[in-house]
């Protein structure tokens, strides 16, 4: 099992240094996915001030590094594919620190891009997996009907009124983020309550806002150590705690459909990083449904089972609440090209370092990024602060 | 598409549409870095080498001199039975960048075909919206 | 990139207690790649007299760590899927140690599994990529056109007919090797060289016994760290060096088609180990085909450019040569399902450890492990040493 006391040594050895979106996000249907990692990884090398040449560690997920580092022209000491969904990018960062502790790179570029919208190109699944012969045959295909299913069975251990209400605060609330965000594909789209209520069913329990987007954008990650932080372009934004794992690949493999691998990645990283719950100033939550952040906030220990409803409740999470959380609009109302992990860590950094503008957090020292994979299957959790 | 063409056929990508369209009126469309001042291939909106987007298209002369080829006697793909022995072949082109094709009007045979060989492009059209490049002896 | 100071203080912390192949490798199809995965891992693992319930790391390629380790009954804590062709189980070895000497896992586990001789699946490619729109419309599919273009090219630079013999030389020794492995899928089948000239071309340059095979098979690796590994059935194998890179996707892109990228990651593995190519008793080179030794042992510098006919003439790597190569047979006449990087190790630890019967060295007390994955795109190379 993971070392705590060699975990705490790293801690705070890396530090993240870039971050970028690729220069279009939302609808971009004129661009091929690698065009979008390559220009996220050149616009978080620049936030760096780090050169190209520099980067000796690829980081991808979704494609494989050489496809990246071809495309970028980079060629990689140390390279990592490994692809868990949409926790990917944030449990990269735990790779990453290994890595850099190791000695095996120094500067490690984590990119992601997908054409969720606009894509052209679907490749076809392995009908050896398990999810091709006991999952699609009934028509449990996709996040929306997988993750809806997991909703019910919550509701109904844990009332079906509050749960309801619960999502709804989340949605509101995020929309609300979204709307101080000018990047946000809802920047100009406020929602009300009612509109959530009256919106179409997707896979009930879900209606439409309990979904999040499919966009098309991409994300890049410029981390290394801590030392040689101190001499880029912004400084570094410190990495204390990361951890990750997973549970499960198939839905009906999943021990508990309310409790995620965040259960031990949360604790896990905060013990890392020598800190409580309360100590954090920012929850940047993977939402690819409302639901799954309800069930993230118990699992990482935020709350307890079931008590996720009371602790979102009268729009706590929307600015000006007392427990800000997903402030870019999440993958409900910012973006959300399929993979959205690295979009926690991209807006964790850019609050830590008081970029946000009018959604800007008054204290941010603190913050955890956390995203979620497959079907609640993987999680990582990385505890930011401010240098 | 063409009757009975069952090779792989390319899908042209939003940073390749304009490669394929040149292909097409019978153009070799390059990349050109106008920071770099220096052709590549394949086709990216980004300079693989400087990373910038000050790039461009330029038309090839479809000059080349062959890098190195093979000569293909068990098909890798069912579409390619009726055509083994055939010759895949990796040319640099006039400009500068190395692209991967296939040597046409020419007997496949070790013997008459050379590395360094000069070699000019040759269009072939195999569906209605996508000719490849091929080259030939010069 | 990399740094040295780092990588020797990582040199040694890690051993390798458990190898294995699946039950049977060669034909298997009344077997799919998960069941060879497990197998393999449940062999490894009573290799290593280790239960399966202390493995918190899980890495493979082909498959997600999602399939395998729910297949297996594993929930991870450190993940890693990274998936380079055949070179990634021997690169998984240097992420391996980097994560258990950060603290995220105590025992890793690598398994492997392919059908490739019996598939039932194939996964049509992304038509967005390089070789979809660049290569394949060529007939520039697959290993044996890509490589035998490489091949070529050597060729033209360093003189055809000695080319030739050192093809054949390798062709032939490495059958003998496998006429001394009952595991070996031509164990039963010898090959002069005549033989080797007359047979059938693939793609020319290229005979059919150029070319490796294509067998069902499965394999696994447990590694832990070096004092654990005192504990377990066999002591440990010690990692004293580990590296790893990629240089280029599609084979048109490849600076040299002569050089590989284990011109990097040989002499980075042999310094954090603090040895020679002399101190070496054994070299396990991936050989997808006979050309990928010679360009691989010249690239991780064993002798100069162009070298490597010279280099292996006279039958110097066969059984009772003073230069042992891939002692198993090889991929070219033991077996290869698709990815054999992971055979390279499970035979360098089985020699080291003595364990090879009529074909074990007299003296192996140092190897080098060394795969290559893509169209000689990325590399890894271990330095294993008994302990």
Not at chain 1, 178 to 185: D, G, P, Q, R
Not at chain 1, 366 to 380: N, P
Request: contains cysteine.
């Amino acid at each position: 099992m993971p070392v705590m006391d060699k975990l705490k040594a790293i801690s705070g050895s890396i530090a993240i240094v870039g971050v970028a979106e690729s220069d279009n996000i939302g609808r971009v249907p004129d661009k091929g996915p690698m065009e979008l990692h390559a220009e996220a990884g050149r616009n978080a090398l620049a936030d760096a001030g780090i050169d190209k040449s520099e980067v000796d560690g690829v980081f991808t997920a979704g494609y494989s590094t050489y496809d990246i580092a071809e495309y970028m022209g980079i060629t990689p000491h140390f390279t990592d594919s490994t692809s868990v969904g949409g926790s990917s990018f944030v449990i990269h960062i735990a790779h990453a620190m290994a890595a850099i502790a190791a000695g095996y790179c120094e500067v490690a570029l984590i990119t992601h891009g997908e054409s969720g919208r606009s894509n052209r190109a679907r490749a076809a699944g392995n009908p050896g997996l398990a999810g091709a012969q006991y999952e699609a045959p009934y028509g449990i295909m996709g996040a929306p009907i997988g993750y809806s299913l997991a909703a019910n069975r919550y509701m109904h251990q844990y009332g079906e009124d509050r749960t309801r209400e619960a999502m709804a605060n989340i949605a509101v609330s995020t929309r609300k983020w979204a709307n101080m965000n000018e990047k946000a594909y809802f920047y100009d789209t406020p929602m009300t309550f009612d509109e959530y209520h009256d919106s179409r069913w997707v896979s009930w329990p879900f209606h439409l806002p309990d979904c999040c987007l499919v966009t098309d954008a991409g994300a890049a990650i410029v981390i290394t150590s801590a030392e040689r932080a101190k001499s880029t372009k912004k400084g570094g934004v410190n990495v204390l705690g990361v951890a990750e794992g997973h549970d499960h690949s198939v839905l009906h493999q999943m021990p508990d459909l309310t409790r995620t691998w965040g259960r031990h990645t949360g604790p896990q990283a905060l013990e890392m990083a020598g800190l409580t719950h309360d100590d954090l100033d920012l929850a940047m939550i993977y939402d690819s449904f409302t639901y799954t952040v309800i069930a993230t906030l118990e699992s990482l220990g935020f709350c307890g089972p079931g008590e996720g409803p009371d602790f979102v409740a009268n729009q706590r999470t929307a600015p000006g609440g007392d427990f800000p959380l997903n402030t870019n609009g999440g993958g409900l109302s910012y973006t959300h090209p399929g993979m959205y992990g690295i979009f926690t860590v991209v807006e964790a950094v850019r609050q830590l370092r008081g970029e946000t503008g009018q959604r800007q957090l008054d204290t941010c020292k603190l913050a955890m990024a956390h995203g979620t994979g497959g079907t609640l299957s993987s999680t990582g959790t990385v505890i930011l602060a401010r240098d | 598409m063409a009757d009975g063409y069952n090779k792989p056929i390319p899908i042209p990508q939003p940073e390749s549409d304009n490669y394929w369209e040149g292909a097409k009126t019978g153009e070799l469309r390059l990349r050109k870095c106008d920071d770099c001042n220096q052709a590549y291939f394949y086709p990216r909106n980004i300079c693989p080498d400087c990373g910038n987007n000050n790039t461009s298209w330029i038309v090839a002369s479809g000059n080349a001199k062959i890098h190195t080829f093979a000569i293909v006697h068990r098909p890798p793909h069912p579409g390619f039975m009726d055509d083994i022995p055939y010759v895949p072949a990796i040319v640099e082109l006039e400009e500068g960048p190395r692209m991967a094709t296939q040597i046409v009007n020419v007997e496949a045979d070790p013997s008459k075909i050379s590395i360094d060989m000069a070699v000019k492009v040759v269009f072939e059209s195999i569906t209605d919206e996508i000719s490849l490049p091929k080259f030939e002896p010069a």
